[in-house]
């Protein structure tokens, strides 16, 4: 249990345009997710916290208008980067947790999405 | 602030070999610890869960330590195969809100040659 997708797996864009990126929880309602971005050769850094239904809450330096979040149902969450351009390249990650089950704060990661702006 | 820090940052060994991975922190209000395997290109995968009262946890060849006292912890990999090969990031959990937070460290990569 508690499957976390992607997709898609990879995408390449050219600058100035938008890619959207899908997070879906399979098998549980994910009351919150988490996206976060990671860097070559660095650990993941987070970049908002979304809770079903409400207004993502974006870490510092995150620019808001550039990183739009959607979380529309308990099962899917959306990035959507906007007027992409090439230093957005980068593997983009998003997690899912419930209070559901599993520990406290557990937080169930997806497989990620390499995004490449060109 | 609350840190996590790893040691080594890289590491090279032997398939068969035995190998110990450090982590220490400065997170608090402590919640648990979590050491993950992540695959290159991939989100990670958790290996082990350890609370405050626990000092050891093992999954299968993987065996987690923690001593809250000195705010450390190891992950202790034994007879490593070559899929060992990948970034092993150490996480701490403080405590707040509905979600707690997540503090990741910098991750040891570990590579297994043959």
């Known amino acids: 249990g508690a499957v976390v997708s992607q997709h898609p797996s990879r995408v390449i864009c050219k600058s100035g345009t938008s890619v959207k990126i899908e997070c879906r929880s399979l098998d549980f309602q994910a009351t919150t997710m988490f996206w976060y971005r990671q860097f070559p050769k660095q650990s993941l850094m987070l970049m908002a916290t979304s809770n079903e239904g409400s207004k993502a809450t974006y870490e510092q330096g995150v620019e808001k208008d550039k990183f739009l979040i959607n979380h529309a149902s308990l099962t899917l969450s959306t990035l959507t980067v906007t007027s992409a351009h090439p230093e957005d390249s980068s593997f983009y990650i998003c997690s899912a947790s419930t209070h559901l089950m599993g520990l406290p704060y557990e937080q169930y990661f997806g497989p990620g999405t390499r995004l490449t702006v060109t | 602030k609350n840190q996590v820090e790893q040691s080594p940052q890289s590491l090279i060994i032997l398939e068969g070999k035995n190998c110990t991975l450090q982590c220490n922190y400065t997170v608090s209000p402590f919640s648990n610890l979590r050491w993950y395997k992540q695959d290159t290109g991939r989100g990670p995968v958790s290996l082990t869960i350890?609370?405050?009262?626990?000092n050891t946890k093992s999954n299968g060849r993987y065996t987690a330590t923690l001593d809250a006292d000195t705010k450390q912890s190891s992950l202790h990999i034994t007879a490593s195969q070559l899929s060992d090969s990948a970034s092993y990031i150490c996480v701490v959990i403080t405590r707040g809100g509905n979600t707690g937070k997540l503090i990741f460290g910098q991750g040891t990569t570990l590579q297994v040659k043959p």
């Open positions: 350890m609370t405050f009262s626990e």
